[in-house]
C-alpha cells in the first residue's frame, strides 16, 4: 500500500541519513511514550579529515566498527576512512583506489562489512576486514551503476542496485559474504523509485522500503529471495521508513510522520508493528543482537542527540566534543558507533 509522503525528499541520502523530521507509527490509535532514565555520557572523537565528510559507520560482531566519508566535489582526498577497535580507540583507515567514489551503504556481519555506492558507470564495494583492519576493494556484480542498500547476516549478504540503461532497480544475493553473486532479479515495481531501506531475516525472507517519484512510501516483501515481491500494508500516518535490521522474524526500523521520531518493532516479519516514542528526532538507528538499541539523530535547534533503548526504556546519552547532528549509528554486539560529518563516536552498549 503506498502513503502519502508529507515532506518530499530529492535524494536517497537524504530520506535515509538526514531524516531528522517527525516519525511515527502504530498499529494501534496511540503512541505510547518511553520511559526516560538519567543520562549516561559518552566523548566524541574529532574525525581526522575536515575536508570530506563522515557519512557511514557500520560494526561487526566481534566490535571493531569501520566510519567512511566520500566527496563528489573535487575535494582531495574524495575518500577517507577510519575504523575503532572494540576499546573504542579511532584511527586512520587506508582507503582502496577509486574513480570518484561515493559510498552510500553498509552491512557488516562477523568479522566484516561491505561497503556499497558507486564510481562513474559501476557498482562499486568495499570490504572490511575486522582482522587486519583492512579496506580492499570486492567485486560489484556486473551491469548496476550503484548500490543502493546492503544487508548481511554472517556469510548471506544481499543488495539492492540501480540498473544500467534506466532498468529497474535489481535484488542480488551473496552466499559468501561478497564475494560472488547470484543473478539479479529485476525489481519491476520499483521503477524510478528511491530505495529508503532493506533487510533479510532470513536468506530467502527480505523487506524493502521505497519512496515513489511521487513521494509515496510503500514496503514490500519477499519469501522466495526476491522472486516475488508483495506490498506489506503499514500504517496510513507512514511517510518513510529507514534503519530496518531483521533477524529471523524479529524487526527494528524508525519510521516517520508529523508527529516525531518513533522507534518501530516487529516480531512478526513486517506483519504487525509496536512503537515508542522518541524524545528527539532520529536520523539512525541500530541494534545489538540482545535487542539493545542505539538511536541517533538531533534536535530541532540542531543540538546533537543519542540514546540507548532497552525495551521501553530510552537512556538518553550526555554528549561531549559532538558539535552537530549524528547522521549514522551501527553497533556489534557489545559496542556502538556513531557519526556526524566531523565526529566518530563509540558507546559500550552496556552503559
Known amino acids: 500500500m503506498r502513503h502519502h509522503f508529507r515532506h518530499a525528499r530529492s535524494t536517497v541520502g537524504l530520506v535515509a541519513a538526514l531524516a531528522l523530521g517527525a516519525l511515527a507509527l502504530a498499529s494501534c490509535a496511540h503512541h505510547p511514550s518511553a520511559t526516560v532514565r538519567p543520562h549516561v555520557s559518552a566523548a566524541g572523537t574529532p574525525a581526522r579529515s575536515i575536508s ?38 579511532w584511527l586512520t583507515l587506508a582507503v582502496p583506489s577509486a574513480r570518484s567514489p561515493l559510498i552510500d551503504a553498509v552491512a557488516c556481519s562477523g568479522t566484516q562489512c561491505l561497503l556499497g555506492g558507486s564510481q562513474p558507470g559501476s557498482d562499486l564495494l568495499w570490504l572490511f576486514q575486522a582482522a587486519g583492519h583492512s579496506l580492499s576493494t570486492a567485486t560489484a556484480p556486473p551491469g548496476g551503476i550503484g548500490v543502493d542498500a546492503l544487508t548481511c547476516d554472517l556469510d548471506d549478504c544481499a543488495l539492492v542496485d540501480t540498473g544500467a540503461d534506466s532498468g529497474p532497480p535489481r535484488f542480488i544475493e551473496s552466499s559468501d559474504g561478497g564475494l560472488t553473486w547470484g543473478t539479479p532479479e529485476a525489481i519491476a515495481f520499483a521503477r524510478g523509485d528511491a530505495v529508503t531501506t532493506l533487510a533479510c531475516g532470513t536468506v530467502s525472507d527480505c523487506a524493502l522500503g521505497v519512496l515513489s517519484a511521487t513521494h509515496e512510501f510503500s514496503l514490500y516483501v519477499t519469501r522466495d529471495a526476491g522472486a516475488t515481491w508483495s506490498v506489506q500494508t503499514t500504517p496510513s500516518s507512514w511517510t518513510t521508513l529507514t534503519s530496518l535490521s531483521c533477524v529471523q522474524r524479529r524487526c527494528d526500523a524508525l519510521a516517520q510522520d508529523a508527529r516525531g521520531s518513533v522507534l518501530v518493532r516487529s516480531r512478526t516479519f513486517a506483519r504487525t508493528w509496536t512503537t515508542l516514542t522518541l524524545s528527539s528526532p532520529a536520523s539512525a538507528l541500530a541494534c545489538t543482537p540482545s535487542a539493545t538499541c542505539l538511536v541517533a539523530g538531533g534536535s530541532a535547534n540542531a543540538a546533537p542527540w543519542l540514546a540507548l533503548v532497552r525495551g521501553r526504556v530510552v537512556t538518553d546519552v550526555r554528549l561531549r566534543y559532538v558539535p552537530t547532528p549524528l547522521i549514522a549509528a551501527a553497533c556489534g554486539s557489545q559496542v556502538c558507533a556513531a557519526v556526524g560529518v566531523t565526529t566518530v563516536l563509540s558507546v559500550p552498549s552496556d552503559l
Do not use: W, Y
Open 52 to 89: 570530506v565528510p563522515i557519512s557511514t559507520v557500520g560494526c561487526t560482531r566481534n566490535d571493531a566498527c569501520v566510519a567512511v566519508g566520500t566527496s563528489s566535489v573535487n575535494a582531495v582526498p574524495d575518500a577517507v576512512a577510519e575504523f575503532a577497535t572494540p576499546k573504542g580507540n
